[in-house]
């Protein structure tokens, strides 16, 4: 069964950089048959995509976030990170690591439980 | 941006029950439409997938249609299990955009 884990510190100040990792287990993060992603869920709004990457680096993301977003993937720890720069209160959010289907249809699923980060000083 | 508009945003229906959620795309996506079902405190799970694909553990009680910009999402008789946020997902292209959400109430 596939799982994955958000970790991450909970809390950043603003104009700092958030940090996330997602750990993967039951099934390797280099399947050639899928990315794996952020998705982002402010308090009590709808979900938001984040970007995503694939096991040899390729990565893609939302031009909302502008050039704030880095992912990065570690495959010899099964891991994929985020970071967010510049972050500002409109970044509090739960944030969710996802698998992603690959080939063209984009599906998310499974997710991590997913992570609460709050932008405050 | 593809802009994803859900209707109703909330729902209030019982046990047995018949219900129907609405998607509509602002523009074309063909049948890259994916439905999620959330419910407080935990991370969305895919039930439907290419607009009409139930994926695998997914009650059959829960199905897909649509193409172009209208779907649905109906769920042909409500279990108490169901009471959750249903929202649907664009996939056609970059950057990927949710629906708001229809949260689905025990009347």
């Known amino acids: 069964q596939l799982q994955l884990q958000e970790s991450g510190p909970g809390l950043v100040k603003p104009s700092e950089t958030l940090s996330l990792t997602c750990t993967v287990s039951g099934g390797s993060i280099s399947s050639g048959s899928y990315y794996w992603g952020w998705i982002r869920q402010p308090p009590g709004k709808g979900l938001e995509w984040v970007g995503s990457?694939?096991?040899?680096?390729?990565?893609y993301s939302n031009p909302s976030l502008k050039s704030r977003v880095t992912i990065s993937v570690d495959t010899s720890k099964n891991q994929f990170s985020l970071k967010l720069s510049s972050v500002t209160a409109a970044d509090t959010a739960v944030y969710y690591c996802?698998?992603?289907?690959?080939?063209?249809?984009?599906?998310?699923?499974?997710w991590g439980q997913g992570t609460l980060v709050t932008v405050s000083s | 941006d593809i802009q994803m508009t859900q209707s109703p945003s909330s729902l209030s229906a019982s046990v047995g029950d018949r219900v129907t959620i609405t998607c509509r795309a602002s523009?074309?996506?063909?049948?890259?439409l994916n439905w999620y079902q959330q419910k407080p405190g935990r991370a969305p799970k895919l039930l439907i997938y290419a607009a009409s694909n139930l994926q695998s553990g997914v009650p059959s009680r829960f199905s897909g249609s649509g193409s172009g910009t209208d779907f649905t999402l109906t769920i042909s008789s409500l279990q108490r299990e169901d009471f959750a946020t249903y929202c649907c997902q664009q996939s056609y292209s970059a950057p990927y955009t949710f629906g708001q959400g229809t949260k689905l109430e025990i009347k």
């Open positions: 990457i694939y096991y040899s680096g390729s990565t």
């Open positions: 996802a698998r992603q289907e690959y080939s063209s249809l984009n599906w998310f699923d499974p």
């Open positions: 523009q074309s996506i063909s049948t890259y």
